[in-house]
């Protein structure tokens, strides 16, 4: 598709962020066109399951050094920030995007296990959530689908999940209605000054802008090199998931575990996602991403001994995607020394996170306070 | 309803089982799908929008079919055995929660599942896995073949079943007498079969997953021939979900298998000679059949050179043509040329299908539609390869525009592009089951050298006869086709609200209306529209969606343009799958 050949504000990337920044900054009035190398939502985005995660993973648990910690900490906030965005996407955008806030466990096998998410609940507290921790037998009252042998399980009221293929297509048909441009297929090659604004080159010859938007995820520390920007690079980890048969609704939280690779909700149509980052791997020679027998076999195994029910039921797909990884935190707002140039990069459970993203970068680009407390945060000007 | 006669007599024993708590009376052994056909219970599952469906591929692979038994969920009719006081109920959707008593669908893995390393592994035990057996048997490898159904043939030879016997030998055609003689020489070569086992994952040409015994089990083989045939093209028009609405395969299987009919007055339809076949064959059987709807004009003198090559490379097969087409013109039964079924019409279940002419364009023409009271219609547009043990080995494969089919790239030894895997017969590209044969053969030849073994002289010879005969098959291949060459329709005989994704209940409207928002690759359609995203793994809408795709996108359909492929290759019980992991 021909891109338009100028327009206010560029947004190099279709993912969710790219699509909320097009809805919210097309609804400021501002003239917007979104370019994708590919069609719009395929890469982390459209090929993640929807956990809205809110709790400090296990594995950030891990980053044991001062920075790792604050920066945990304060995405803590985020997240639970990002959920109220979603809650009100939900209530705005033309469809159901399938968002259901009911609460998220991470599993405990062991009351020593239970012991580290004690610790882990009163830092979070900290950050000002209300999650808490329930013994076994608040457990079995909670969700009696779980293992009996379960220790117990922390309790995060926020965690939720959304589809991510019904919610990015509606912020992006939304952006399209507020007289936002989408185009596909269009592949940034080079960003020139020009002017105030810039000149950036594509497959489909230049498109004048006045200012950028880097909302690429992975690619994001290419197009800011384009600039003359260094950014920590992004890893691509490609993780695979599973689908079960869609059986009658029987779970209703985000459960994962605490010290195992696994996570797992009932989606809408009744099919259990279970996942975990297991790895899958990137055939050589057909590039596509493809699973692992050992990752699929071990993946089950872990979600069988924790909802028995699982073995009068059977897997009918999976799919293989690269997620996104950064070391670098948040990157948003205007670089400092390049006017004009936004990043809009968020990297860990990013999907939960996109609209607030986004939310701060349109609100710094407008040049307006923002709704959020981003101190701390390691944002440009902040 | 269940054939009688032609020497062929019930030996099982007459059971008891219950559909929706209604006794039915069943055949041991049989399938569930022939109990319930017999008992003429075509409805048997319902769908998330609430319609009904039945029995549609007859073969594993579409999974419409869909019980439940004894309280367990989704079992495939068609595969599935019929056992004395079987509880069967329609399945509701979404599956029911287990009850306290509902079996596991496998027990949990108490060990390591085993692990097999025979020399050559066959995936498929129809005409071409057969012969790849038999050539690497008598090669002196150890030969394992998997087959998913309860006795081996595959589609072509599939055998009359346990519950039936020919009162002689003479009472068998060619086709039962060839397959039984060529599993039977196989049986007897020590080749290891296992029946009832399923490949779930193809993760490497050493690391096959199968799912069989009840459990999840792995091959490691030396060499590997996949022989995993083929299944019939899905061409959506309205009413194509409806039960009593079937493949043409599906029919053959309950009667050539089971005796049993699709219904009393049926119908068949579509484009090839197997339509013909099969409607000879209930004609003999004394079903009812009211015609023969044929998209390809009548072979006329413009086909003279065809029919002269078919006659020269396979006269016996013309010869059978003939005995077809003569005894269903005795039997009063039309072969209605330049015809197409453009629409199944009933209230839950198949009573109308609508005809029509079509122009020389293979368009239907507007006030030539007729109607037929019928309660099965059988339809068959010709087949796509099952390519879902290549495609995840990542064997390099190409589309064929003529045939409209994904081709596998291989060369005069059948090897593929992935070192010791070798594809043979029509899950590499349509040829039909004679070079399926002779390419089964060459495959399981070059297998057994790929596995260090040196052929025997009479090996040697046979292959070098068969390699011979492999070009004559296929020139009747093409000529065959070429007599029957027809309109290949994807989504044209569709209306807007026909389903073209059967499992997911996807319309052809909002698949357009998904590619109208300017996705435009079959990736973006699936996530957005779910179409693809079934039970049936995109087998059906797949290769109408990727037509659509190319349509709208203006670039040619190739390699990468299908849905990629996903383990499993069909659904498999959890429980069977769950493996402690090495740091747990």
Same mark, same amino acid.
């Given at each position: 598709?021909?891109?338009?050949?100028?327009?206010?504000?560029?947004?190099?990337? $279709?993912?969710?962020?790219g699509?909320?920044?097009?809805?919210?900054?097309?609804?400021?009035?501002?003239?917007?066109?979104?370019?994708?190398?590919?069609?719009?939502?395929?890469?982390?985005?459209?090929?993640?399951?929807?956990?809205?995660?809110?709790?400090?993973?296990?594995?950030?648990?891990?980053?044991?050094?001062?920075?790792?910690?604050?920066?945990?900490?304060?995405?803590?906030?985020?997240?639970?920030?990002?959920?109220?965005?979603?809650?009100?996407?939900?209530?705005?955008?033309?469809?159901?995007?399938?968002?259901?806030?009911?609460?998220?466990?991470?599993?405990?096998?062991?009351?020593?296990?239970?012991c580290?998410?004690?610790?882990?609940?009163?830092?979070?507290?900290?950050?000002?959530?209300?999650?808490?921790?329930?013994d076994?037998?608040?457990?079995?009252?909670?969700?009696?689908?779980?293992?009996?042998?379960?220790?117990?399980a922390?309790?995060?009221?926020?965690?939720?999940?959304?589809?991510?293929?019904?919610?990015?297509?509606?912020?992006a048909?939304?952006?399209?209605?507020?007289?936002?441009?989408?185009?596909?297929?269009?592949?940034?090659?080079?960003?020139?000054?020009?002017?105030?604004?810039f000149?950036?080159?594509?497959?489909?010859?230049?498109?004048?802008?006045?200012?950028?938007?880097?909302?690429? *995820?992975?690619?994001?520390?290419?197009?800011?090199?384009?600039?003359?920007?260094?950014?920590?690079?992004?890893?691509?980890?490609?993780?695979?998931m599973?689908?079960?048969?869609?059986?009658?609704?029987?779970?209703?939280?985000?459960?994962?575990?605490?010290?195992?690779?696994?996570?797992?909700?009932?989606?809408?149509?009744?099919?259990?996602?279970?996942?975990?980052?297991?790895?899958?791997?990137?055939?050589?020679?057909?590039?596509?991403?493809?699973?692992?027998?050992?990752?699929?076999?071990?993946?089950?195994?872990?979600?069988?001994?924790?909802?028995?029910?699982?073995?009068?039921?059977?897997?009918?797909?999976?799919?293989?995607?690269?997620?996104?990884?950064?070391?670098?935190?948040?990157?948003?707002?205007?670089?400092?020394?390049?006017? *004009?140039?936004?990043?809009?990069?968020?990297?860990?459970?990013?999907?939960?996170? *996109?609209?607030?993203?986004?939310?701060?970068?349109?609100?710094?680009?407008m $040049?307006?306070?923002?709704?959020?407390?981003?101190?701390?945060?390691?944002?440009y000007?902040? | 309803?269940?054939?009688?006669?032609?020497?062929?007599?019930?030996?099982?024993?007459?059971?008891?089982?219950?559909?929706?708590?209604?006794?039915?009376?069943?055949?041991?052994?049989?399938?569930?799908?022939?109990?319930?056909?017999?008992?003429?219970?075509?409805?048997?599952?319902?769908?998330?929008?609430?319609?009904?469906?039945? /029995?549609?591929?007859?073969?594993?692979?579409?999974?419409?079919?869909?019980?439940?038994?004894?309280?367990?969920?989704?079992?495939?009719?068609?595969?599935t055995?019929?056992?004395?006081?079987?509880?069967?109920?329609?399945?509701?959707?979404?599956?029911?929660?287990?009850?306290?008593?509902?079996?596991?669908?496998?027990?949990?893995?108490?060990?390591?599942?085993?692990?097999?390393?025979?020399?050559?592994?066959?995936?498929?035990?129809?005409?071409?896995?057969?012969?790849?057996?038999?050539?690497?048997?008598?090669?002196?490898?150890?030969?394992?073949?998997?087959?998913?159904?309860?006795?081996?043939?595959?589609?072509?030879?599939?055998?009359?079943?346990?519950?039936?016997?020919?009162?002689?030998?003479?009472?068998?055609?060619?086709?039962?007498?060839?397959?039984?003689?060529?599993?039977?020489?196989?049986?007897?070569?020590?080749?290891?079969?296992?029946?009832?086992?399923?490949?779930?994952?193809?993760?490497?040409?050493?690391?096959?997953?199968?799912?069989?015994?009840?459990?999840?089990?792995?091959?490691?083989?030396?060499?590997?021939?996949?022989?995993?045939?083929?299944?019939?093209?899905?061409?959506?028009?309205?009413?194509?979900?409806?039960?009593?609405?079937?493949?043409?395969?599906?029919?053959?299987?309950?009667?050539?298998?089971?005796?049993?009919?699709?219904?009393?007055?049926? /119908?068949?339809g579509?484009?090839?000679?197997?339509?013909?076949?099969?409607?000879?064959?209930?004609?003999?059987?004394?079903v009812?059949?009211?015609?023969v709807?044929?998209?390809?004009?009548?072979?006329?003198?413009?086909?003279?050179?065809?029919?002269?090559?078919?006659?020269?490379?396979?006269?016996?097969l013309?010869?059978?043509?003939?005995?077809?087409?003569?005894?269903?013109?005795?039997?009063?039964?039309?072969?209605?040329?330049?015809h197409?079924?453009?629409?199944?019409?009933?209230?839950?279940?198949?009573e109308?299908?609508?005809?029509?002419?079509?122009?020389p364009?293979?368009?239907?023409?507007?006030?030539?539609?007729?109607?037929?009271?019928?309660?099965a219609?059988?339809?068959?547009?010709?087949?796509?390869?099952?390519a879902?043990?290549?495609?995840?080995?990542?064997?390099?494969?190409?589309?064929?525009?003529?045939?409209?089919?994904?081709?596998?790239e291989?060369?005069?030894?059948?090897?593929?592009?992935v070192?010791?895997?070798?594809?043979?017969?029509?899950?590499?590209?349509?040829?039909?089951?004679?070079?399926?044969?002779?390419?089964?053969?060459?495959?399981?030849?070059?297998?057994?050298?790929?596995?260090g073994?040196?052929?025997?002289?009479?090996?040697?010879?046979?292959?070098?006869?068969?390699?011979?005969?492999?070009?004559?098959?296929?020139?009747?291949?093409?000529?065959l086709?070429?007599?029957?060459?027809?309109?290949?329709w994807?989504?044209?005989?569709?209306?807007?609200?026909?389903?073209?994704?059967?499992?997911e209940?996807?319309?052809?409207?909002?698949?357009?209306?998904?590619?109208?928002?300017?996705?435009?690759?079959?990736?973006?359609?699936?996530?957005?529209?779910?179409?693809?995203?079934?039970?049936?793994?995109?087998?059906?809408?797949?290769?109408?969606?990727?037509?659509?795709?190319?349509?709208?996108?203006?670039?040619?359909?190739e390699?990468?343009?299908?849905?990629?492929?996903?383990?499993?290759?069909?659904?498999?019980?959890?429980?069977?799958?769950?493996?402690?992991?090495?740091?747990?």
């Open positions: 598709m021909k891109p338009a050949i100028a327009t206010d504000v560029l947004i190099v990337g $279709g993912g969710v962020i699509c909320s920044l097009a809805y919210w900054l097309a609804g400021e009035g501002l003239d917007v066109a979104l370019i994708d190398r590919h069609d719009l939502n395929t890469q982390a985005s459209g090929c993640n399951a929807g956990s809205l995660h809110v709790q400090i993973m296990s594995f950030q648990l891990k980053l044991t050094d001062e920075r790792s910690r604050r920066r945990v900490d304060t995405t803590l906030r985020m997240y639970a920030a990002g959920v109220g965005v979603w809650q009100e996407l939900s209530n705005t955008l033309d469809t159901d995007i399938e968002l259901h806030v009911d609460g998220g466990l991470m599993i405990a096998d062991t009351e020593a296990q239970l580290v998410l004690e610790d882990k609940v009163k830092r979070e507290r900290a950050s000002g959530l209300d999650n808490r921790i329930i076994r037998a608040g457990l079995r009252a909670l969700a009696p689908y779980l293992s009996e042998h379960l220790a117990g922390e309790v995060c009221p926020l965690e939720g999940r959304v589809n991510p293929a019904i919610a990015t297509p509606s912020l048909r939304g952006a399209e209605a507020r007289g936002a441009r989408m185009f596909r297929h269009v592949e940034l090659r080079a960003i020139e000054r020009d002017g105030r604004g000149k950036a080159e594509t497959n489909h010859g230049p498109i004048r802008c006045g200012r950028i938007i880097n909302a690429a *995820g992975r690619l994001g520390p290419e197009i800011a090199a384009m600039v003359g920007i260094r950014l920590p690079p992004y890893e691509g980890e490609v993780l695979h599973n689908v079960t048969e869609p059986v009658e609704h029987f779970v209703d939280h985000l459960v994962q575990h605490a010290e195992r690779r696994l996570t797992f909700k009932q989606a809408t149509t009744g099919g259990l996602l279970i996942g975990g980052g297991w790895p899958a791997v990137v055939d050589q020679r057909t590039g596509l991403p493809i699973s692992l027998r050992t990752s699929i076999q071990s993946n089950l195994w872990i979600a069988q001994q924790t909802v028995p029910r699982l073995a009068h039921m059977r897997i009918v797909r999976t799919w293989a995607a690269i997620n996104a990884l950064s070391d670098a935190g948040p990157l948003l707002g205007e670089v400092p020394g390049v006017p *004009g140039f936004h990043n809009a990069l968020f990297a860990d459970a990013g999907y939960t996170a *996109g609209p607030i993203v986004a939310r701060l970068v349109t609100e710094g680009l $040049g307006r306070k923002p709704t959020f407390d981003i101190h701390g945060l390691g944002l000007g902040a | 309803m269940r054939v009688k006669g032609h020497g062929i007599n019930v030996v099982a024993k007459e059971i008891d089982v219950t559909f929706n708590g209604q006794v039915v009376k069943a055949l041991e052994g049989e399938t569930v799908a022939a109990s319930l056909t017999a008992a003429g219970k075509l409805s048997l599952r319902q769908t998330k929008a609430g319609s009904r469906r039945g /029995i549609f591929c007859g073969m594993g692979v579409c999974n419409e079919c869909l019980v439940a038994i004894n309280g367990q969920q989704n079992i495939r009719a068609c595969m055995t019929v056992k004395p006081g079987m509880r069967i109920e329609e399945q509701t959707y979404p599956g029911k929660l287990p009850g306290p008593d509902t079996p596991y669908l496998a027990e949990p893995p108490v060990s390591d599942p085993p692990v097999h390393k025979p020399d050559v592994l066959v995936i498929g035990g129809g005409p071409a896995g057969l012969q790849a057996a038999k050539a690497a048997a008598k090669s002196g490898c150890q030969v394992v073949v998997i087959d998913e159904r309860p006795a081996l043939g595959g589609q072509y030879f599939k055998q009359l079943s346990k519950t039936h016997a020919f009162d002689s030998d003479d009472s068998m055609d060619k086709q039962f007498r060839a397959g039984r003689d060529l599993i039977r020489e196989v049986e007897g070569l020590g080749v290891k079969i296992m029946r009832e086992a399923m490949v779930w994952g193809a993760f490497g040409p050493q690391d096959i997953a199968v799912f069989a015994d009840g459990k999840s089990q792995v091959f490691e083989p030396k060499q590997l021939v996949v022989a995993t045939g083929a299944y019939e093209r899905g061409v959506p028009v309205p009413g194509w979900t409806l039960p009593g609405y079937m493949t043409t395969g599906a029919a053959q299987t309950l009667l050539r298998s089971y005796r049993v009919s699709p219904g009393k007055r049926v /119908i068949l579509g484009n090839g000679p197997l339509n013909i076949q099969v409607a000879y064959e209930l004609t003999r059987a004394g009812e059949v009211v015609a709807v044929e998209a390809a004009p009548k072979p006329g003198i413009g086909q003279a050179g065809n029919l002269m090559r078919m006659a020269v490379e396979s006269p016996d013309v010869r059978d043509g003939i005995t077809y087409t003569r005894t269903l013109k005795n039997a009063n039964v039309p072969i209605l040329y330049d197409v079924i453009i629409e199944a019409r009933g209230e839950g279940k198949v109308t299908a609508v005809i029509a002419r079509l122009t364009n293979g368009e239907p023409i507007q006030g030539t539609q007729r109607e037929f009271k019928v309660d219609i059988c339809v068959g547009f010709g087949f796509q390869p099952s879902d043990v290549s495609r995840p080995l990542g064997c390099r494969h190409h589309y064929d525009a003529k045939k409209g089919t994904l081709t596998i291989t060369d005069a030894n059948c090897q593929t592009s070192p010791g895997v070798f594809v043979a017969g029509d899950s590499g590209g349509m040829g039909g089951s004679r070079a399926a044969q002779e390419q089964g053969f060459i495959a399981g030849c070059a297998a057994a050298r790929g596995a073994r040196t052929l025997p002289s009479d090996v040697e010879a046979e292959l070098a006869r068969r390699k011979g005969k492999l070009g004559s098959h296929l020139r009747f291949q093409a000529a086709w070429d007599v029957f060459k027809a309109p290949r994807m989504h044209e005989l569709a209306r807007e609200d026909t389903l073209v994704c059967r499992c209940e996807v319309t052809l409207g909002q698949i357009n209306q998904a590619f109208g928002t300017g996705i435009d690759t079959v990736g973006g359609i699936k996530r957005q529209t779910r179409a693809g995203m079934g039970r049936c793994q995109g087998r059906y809408c797949g290769p109408v969606m990727t037509h659509l795709q190319s349509l709208i996108n203006g670039q040619p359909t390699e990468f343009s299908f849905f990629a492929p996903r383990p499993p290759i069909k659904p498999v019980p959890i429980a069977a799958l769950a493996r402690k992991p090495a740091d747990a």
